[in-house]
Each structure stands twice: as structure tokens, then as C-alpha cells.
């Protein structure tokens, strides 16, 4: 691990924590496993909140979650004693029960930790390049995902506007997947739904989405055998340089060929020019 | 090819103060005649140079995690709509990339400076600046808390520290150098600050952040860099801080400086219950001292968010508003915080910022050093300057508004003393020229043959706001953009940069010391040229810049 000026021993100078329901691979890369019940990641950060702001708790209550009062008031000990505290939280705190009030949870203890130290929270992105998706889509539309276009300009609604949730409600009389397999995770209704439209896949692969696609085009690998833009999760760009050469055209070259194509097809939308001070 | 007939013409840069003047374009500049193309008819109306933001957070990591921050506020703005040629997008607090052109080209700006970009993100930052349309763009790059640079200034080692610097300058693929808070910030990753100018700077013995300050202005003055240093001070925001600004002001004599959102850093009084406005103060040390330039970070009451590289700062406001906090750290460079606001006249700190910015604007006595910001979206979204327009241009229109201010007000402002109105020479002063020129671009800001045709038609209007807000004609490189209020065309800006010249064996004196601090290989670090639309390398000259 990266050693540096203020952790010159790196991996030594550092404390890793890990909060999971089961204990994983990686709880022996960490100094501490707190095995919490599962659905009780709520419960376990209001009391953490509760017990840093030196609330009362019963034992009772932190024996619901699976830990000790005695486990907990350590990793308090130990998160105030540190310099800069991360805590980095992924879908088993977000796509479980409570769902984002977990992710609101962890946020809100990140930002009261600051009243001790310096204390922050990052999201674990998925695989590929969620995060350059995400922060493209916020520059150009306001909103990381679950982005409607279909007034023209973007709305955001997660649970309506989702693409689950169009596929289930089958909203969507075509699709375009690209970087993506949700034929692997999505519910039933949702992959019947793809089965059922026109659906293009871009994908350097063969995968359960473009085997129900009508359209599978191959593409060249990102970062492998086509250059590009990754973001890392902390939203650092990463230039991608590709090592091998591929028969393959690119996404972005797809995309542009079928943008193109599209461009000669008569528009839908409205002739009227776009005013500005219309609402100003 | 165009002719403008008839206009009266405000071209501060030449001297032209209202003149009745015909103009002529031909290849996106000005001409001394061409007898073909369009013809316009100006007659009775206003022309001036589009306007350029010397201090505006438009593009990067720092708004774009405030748009993340504040769908509440996309949901009630105004919506941009596909066109055919235009691409969708949001206005309001926090602009979508492709309505930030479509906006500041509404009013009549053409020119904008992103001022605050981390060198790790300015990959990021470019590739947002190329999705703003129509606007010519720079960028400047945060230096007073990097912490390679910190650590030669710790050792002595200024010269290297300069050659690095410029370094970075070309990595960003920037302009020139802001300082956030020298010290403060690179003390907040502790999450401690650094207020005053001989503060300790946390992991640091020597320097403190009026040495980082004083070196850095005179790096930049050697390197010949067209704008000087921008430098946000520390203690914004803070009740007594304008000791702090002045003992910073006394540090840079010799030097030329920026000085930018001056309204944060001009507050008397001891603590938020006694805050009071200490404009005039500061204003008269400032005509007094030619070598500096400022820019107002003027507020208007309403929502905004606001986003700064000031971690510690943001955390307190933070703490006093109870509302959402966002923090980004920046591995060795910077960070940043971002906190929605909303500014009450009833709220008496409130009502202070918001005297001190026009108070600032009134009282420094030259146009061509105090220029007109709201350190947008910090004091109030860009999209509300020609507001700021009519209260500088209309007393009586002032005098109205603060009527409406809490009666606690009273000894803590100056701004009901002060009778100043604004000419539209000195608008087009404050909005234009003056800030083209601390910038260092001579051919913006400027109606003269050979210069570019960004330039503006109003409709004469006792209402001054509306008068701004609705320019009759745009022109960005002598094309018509705005007709009327309609987006004729958006064409794609250029973005200046610089490239300072440095040792040669740099990149090999840089590589193992960044190797030893970041989590990224060195060769991936600076951002590359091919990414940069439309660049235009802007020269420096070290013997010109300091006078
Ligand atoms: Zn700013």
C-alpha cells in the first residue's frame, strides 16, 4: 500500500475496519470485522451517531444489530483517535433493507464524525466506468441517472425514471444497452421486457443480454483495445491507453455511426426555437 | 461580413464613451470597413463588448458535485428543450453544461474564467468546459496548498518550487494560478484551518500562508504570466476578517495581485452578532495601491449553492445552516466543500454581504480594477447580474431595497451615504474591459480594428434590469448568437492557455516525488493536448507582466 509523508509505514500506519453480515475474504485484509445482522445496518449507524453525541443506549438495543456496546464504544474510541477516517460503503448498505435511509445514515455520521476529526464517505462503484457515466451525466443534464428525455429536457426520478423500472412498467418499445448486462440482474419482468422490444447491445462480449437482443454489435474492448476516459470512484479521470488492437470498432464509434444515421431521419421534435428567458 | 449602423458604442479600451459609431466585421473581428453582409440597424441602441467573468465556477469537479447536490433546485428551474441544433439542459443554481453557454450568452457574456481547478480533476474540468457552447473559456489552477510545492517553499527551494509550478500550469493546460486559502486547506485535511497570515500550517514548521502568498505572487510575476496571482484569502467569510485581507493586501505591495469575491473578506466587528461591513476601510487601501485588481463576489438575496476549495469554511457554514454538506478531498492538491445557501435580507449577516459587495463596487474608485462577480454560484447564480447592474446604475432603486432590510442594519453598512451611479462607460468598464484586461487578453473586451467581435446590442431602457437581461443582439466572433432572445447559433469556444517556460529536467526531478505521493502513474497525470478544443496558447512575458 502507498506509503507517504504522514504514513511512512504505509498499510502499518493505517486501521481497516470492515462491516459486513458475513465474514468475507476480506475481513482477513482488515484489523477489525464487525459482523452485523443482516437488515440492522440502520439501527447499528443511528446508534453509533447516538453514542458518539454520548446518548444513551442499551445494551439491548445494540445486542439487536449483532455487536457489543463494548465492540462499538472501541470503534468509536478508534474512529475519533484517527486523522482522516473514510468510510467507504457499496450495494449491501444501499440496495438492502432500508436503502438509501442506510446511505443517508452513513452520510450523516460522516459529516458529524467532523465535529472530532476529519471524517469522510465514498461510494464503492461497480465494475467498468459507472462513475464516468455518472458525472457525464450530471454535467450535461443535472442528474447522475434515472433520466427522463422524453419532455425534452431532463427529469430525474429514481423509481419512475430508472431503467428497471420503465422495463418492468414496459414504458420502452426499444433499447440500447452499452456496458451493461442487465439480463444477468435484472427481475424477470424486466429481461422479458428486453426479450419482447428491439434490443441493440454494445458489448465486447457475449452475455445474457445479447442473447435475448436482436441486435448484438461487438465492440472493442474500453482500456484494452480502444482508448477512452475511465473515472475512478473518487471522480479522477484516467486516460485509457489501449495495449492491443482490435478488428472491433469502439462505443463511441458505433454510437457516432448511429447518431449519424439517425441525424438524416426526420426529426420529431419541435421547430420552434429555443428561447431563454422564458422562465427567467 | 457585417455592418453595425448607427449604434452608440461603449468601448472603454478605446476611450469611446457613447459615440454614435458604425462597426464592421469580417472574419470574427472588427474591420475599419466592409461594404458587404448583413446590415443591422442599431440606431438608438446600446452596443458594448460582450462581457467576460473573471472569477466563475462553471465547469469541474466542484459544481458538477453540486448539481449532484440539488435536483430539489433542477425541478424548479428553467428547462432547456432539444432543438434541432441545441442541446437539452437545466438553468438555476447550479447550470447543466450546455445552458451555462446558453445563459451568460442570454446576457451578453462571451468570455468566462473558471476559477478553481485542481490539476487531478482539470482533465475532468476540460472536458466540461468543451460542453459549454458559444463562451471562450480559461481556467486557472490551485497551487497555495499542493503539497509538492509546499514542501520545496518548507525547504528553501524557490526556484525549483517556481519551475514546478509551471510545470503544473502546463499540466492543468491552464491559464494561471489561483490561491485558495494558502495553508488553510492543506491544514484542513487535518481538519484544522489556517486563518491568520502567520498561522501554522499543519505538517509544516517555516512557512506560514503570508509566505506561501508573497512567493507565489512573485513566481507568478516572473513567469510573465498574463493574469496575476488570484488569490481567495484567508478567514473568508469571518467577522473581524478584514485585518486579515489588509495585512494580506500590505504583503503583496510590489507584487501584482487578484484579489478575488473581496466581499467575503471584508467584514468587521467580533463575532456573527456584531459582523459589520468594513468596505470602505478596505476600498481605501485599495486606491491606493494600483498593483491589485478585484472582483466584487457580490450576493443577492435568494438560494444558491455555494462551492468553494475552502474545506474548513464550508464545514462551519455547514454547522450553522444544519443543511446538506458535500467535501471533497483532493490527494495532495486541495479539497472542497459545498453547502446550498440560502441569502434572507432578514437576516442581518446577510444583509451585510449583501451591502458589502456593492458597497465595494461603489466606494473603489477605478472600473478598471473592481469588477463585476458573484463569485457565481458562491453570492448568487451568474444569471443575476444584470440585477446587480441596475443597483449599481439607479440610487433611488438601492435606496428602496434597503429600505426593506432589518432596522438593526443602521452603523453597520455605509451603503445609504453613498449617492454613486454607475455610467454604462463604467458598466461596460466593470463587465468587460477591465476585466479582459487583468486577465490579459487584449483582443477581448474591445470594439477596436483587429480585435475579436463579441459585442452586444441593447435596447435603451429606463429599466435597467431588463435592459441587461435582454440583450437585442449577440454576437460571439462576429456571428449572431442571440436574436432577440432566440439561440441563433452555438458555436464552440476556444479555451486560452499558457505555457510558461521551465527547467527541462523537471518531469525528471518531479517524477519519484509524485510517484511517492499519488495513486496515479506520472505519465497519466497532465492533461493532454488533444483534449483541448480549440486551444490558444496566450504568451507570457516575464518583462512585461509587472508593470
Ligand atoms: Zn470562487
Request: proline residues 6%; negative net charge; glycine residues 8%.
Amino acid at each position: 500500500m502507498q506509503k507517504s509523508k504522514f504514513l511512512p509505514r504505509g498499510r502499518k500506519d493505517r486501521t481497516v475496519v470492515l462491516v459486513d453480515i458475513r465474514e468475507t475474504k476480506s475481513a482477513k485484509a482488515a484489523d477489525l470485522f464487525l459482523q452485523v445482522r443482516p437488515g440492522k445496518d440502520f439501527e447499528m449507524l443511528t446508534i453509533l451517531r447516538a453514542m458518539i453525541k454520548g446518548e444513551h443506549v442499551t445494551d439491548d438495543q445494540v445486542a439487536e444489530t449483532g455487536l457489543t456496546t463494548d465492540v462499538l464504544q472501541d470503534l468509536i474510541e478508534r474512529m475519533k483517535k484517527a486523522k482522516f477516517g473514510v468510510m467507504f460503503f457499496g450495494m449491501g448498505l444501499s440496495m438492502t433493507r432500508g436503502k438509501h435511509m442506510n446511505a443517508a445514515a452513513l452520510l450523516t455520521l460522516a459529516a458529524e464524525m467532523n465535529a472530532f476529526t476529519k471524517f469522510v464517505a465514498m461510494p464503492m462503484r461497480g465494475h467498468g466506468n459507472v462513475t464516468g457515466a455518472d458525472v457525464i451525466m450530471r454535467w450535461q443534464t443535472g442528474y447522475p441517472f434515472g433520466i427522463s428525455f422524453n419532455r425534452g429536457y431532463p427529469r430525474y426520478n429514481p423509481g419512475e425514471f430508472s431503467t428497471v423500472d420503465i422495463l418492468v412498467r414496459g414504458d420502452t418499445d426499444c433499447a440500447f444497452i452499452i456496458g451493461a448486462d442487465p439480463g444477468a440482474t435484472m427481475p424477470r419482468p424486466a429481461i422479458e421486457h428486453l426479450a419482447k422490444v428491439p434490443t441493440i447491445v454494445l458489448d465486447p462480449h457475449v452475455t445474457h443480454t445479447s442473447r435475448l437482443s436482436r441486435v448484438h454489435i461487438t465492440t472493442a474492448p474500453a482500456g484494452i483495445a480502444a482508448p477512452g476516459t475511465g473515472y475512478r470512484m473518487d471522480e479522477v479521470p484516467m486516460p485509457l491507453r489501449p495495449a492491443l488492437n482490435s478488428p472491433y470498432p469502439s462505443d463511441e464509434e458505433v454510437i457516432r455511426r448511429i447518431k449519424e444515421a439517425i441525424a438524416e431521419k426526420p426529426d420529431w421534435m419541435t421547430d420552434q426555437p429555443q428561447m431563454i428567458f422564458s422562465q427567467v | 461580413m457585417l455592418r453595425i449602423i448607427g449604434g452608440t458604442v461603449y468601448d472603454p479600451a478605446n476611450g469611446i464613451n457613447g459615440e454614435v459609431k458604425d462597426l464592421y466585421v469580417a472574419d470574427g473581428r472588427f474591420v475599419s470597413k466592409t461594404e458587404e453582409g448583413q446590415t443591422i440597424d442599431a440606431t438608438g441602441m446600446v452596443i458594448f463588448p460582450g462581457g467576460v467573468d473573471v472569477h466563475t465556477h462553471v465547469a469541474g469537479g466542484s459544481i458538477n458535485f453540486a448539481r449532484a447536490m440539488t435536483p430539489e433546485d433542477h425541478r424548479r428551474t428553467q428547462a432547456f428543450i432539444r432543438t434541432k441544433t441545441r442541446r437539452s439542459g437545466l438553468g438555476g443554481m447550479a447550470p447543466t453544461t450546455f445552458a451555462t453557454g446558453y445563459l451568460y450568452a442570454g446576457m451578453g457574456w462571451t468570455t468566462v474564467n473558471e476559477a478553481a481547478v485542481p490539476v487531478l480533476s482539470a482533465r475532468h474540468t476540460h472536458e466540461e468546459l468543451r460542453d459549454i457552447p458559444i463562451l471562450d473559456k480559461s481556467s486557472l489552477v490551485l497551487m497555495a496548498n499542493n503539497e509538492i510545492i509546499l514542501d520545496l517553499l518548507e525547504d528553501g527551494e524557490d526556484e525549483r518550487a517556481k519551475h514546478i509550478l509551471a510545470w503544473h500550469i502546463w499540466a492543468a493546460k491552464s491559464y494561471g494560478v489561483k490561491a485558495v486559502n494558502p495553508g488553510g486547506v492543506a491544514s484542513w485535511k487535518w481538519g484544522k484551518d489556517a486563518k491568520h497570515l502567520s498561522s501554522k500550517i499543519e505538517g509544516y514548521d517555516h512557512i506560514t500562508p503570508g509566505v506561501i502568498i508573497n512567493k507565489l505572487a512573485k513566481m507568478v510575476d516572473s513567469l510573465g504570466i498574463p493574469h496575476p496571482l488570484h488569490l481567495h484569502c484567508n478567514n473568508l467569510g469571518a467577522p473581524g476578517n478584514v485585518e486579515t485581507t489588509l495585512e494580506t493586501m500590505r504583503h503583496l505591495e510590489g507584487s501584482r495581485a487578484h484579489f478575488a469575491h473581496l466581499q467575503y473578506h471584508a467584514y468587521g466587528g467580533d463575532d456573527w452578532g456584531t459582523m459589520k461591513s468594513e468596505a470602505a476601510q478596505l476600498a481605501e487601501y485599495f486606491n491606493a495601491h494600483p498593483n491589485m485588481t478585484t472582483d466584487a463576489g457580490a450576493v443577492l438575496f435568494g438560494d444558491t449553492v455555494t462551492i468553494t476549495a475552502d474545506g474548513p469554511w464550508q464545514h462551519l457554514l455547514y454547522k450553522l445552516t444544519g443543511r446538506k454538506w458535500g467535501n471533497l478531498d483532493v490527494e495532495n492538491e486541495t479539497g472542497c466543500g459545498i453547502v446550498p445557501y440560502t441569502y434572507r435580507p432578514s437576516n442581518l449577516v446577510n444583509a451585510v454581504q449583501w451591502a458589502v459587495g456593492l458597497e465595494l463596487l461603489l466606494l473603489i474608485n477605478d472600473p478598471w480594477r473592481v469588477f463585476l462577480s458573484t463569485d457565481h454560484p458562491n453570492g448568487a447564480c451568474f444569471w443575476r447580474y444584470p440585477e446587480i447592474i441596475q443597483l449599481l446604475m439607479c440610487a433611488d432603486f438601492r435606496n428602496d431595497c434597503m429600505a426593506k432590510l432589518p432596522p438593526e442594519i443602521k452603523n453597520r453598512i455605509t451603503l445609504p451615504e453613498i449617492n454613486r451611479e454607475y455610467t454604462l462607460y463604467e458598466i461596460a468598464t466593470i463587465t468587460s474591459a477591465g476585466p479582459a484586461k487583468a486577465l490579459g487578453l487584449p483582443h477581448k473586451g474591445n470594439l477596436g480594428i483587429g480585435k475579436d467581435a463579441d459585442f452586444v446590442i441593447y435596447h435603451h431602457d429606463k429599466d435597467i434590469a431588463r435592459m441587461f437581461g435582454h440583450p437585442r443582439y449577440v454576437f460571439k466572433g462576429g456571428e449572431i448568437v442571440i436574436d432577440d432572445g432566440e439561440i441563433r447559433e452555438a458555436p464552440q469556444g476556444r479555451e486560452y492557455l499558457i505555457k510558461p517556460s521551465y527547467d527541462p529536467n523537471t518531469d525528471d526531478f518531479l517524477k519519484p516525488l509524485f510517484e511517492d505521493r499519488y495513486c496515479m502513474s506520472f505519465e497519466n497525470y497532465p492533461v493532454e493536448m488533444e483534449r483541448i478544443e480549440h486551444a490558444q496558447i496566450q504568451n507570457c512575458d516575464a518583462t512585461d507582466a509587472t508593470n
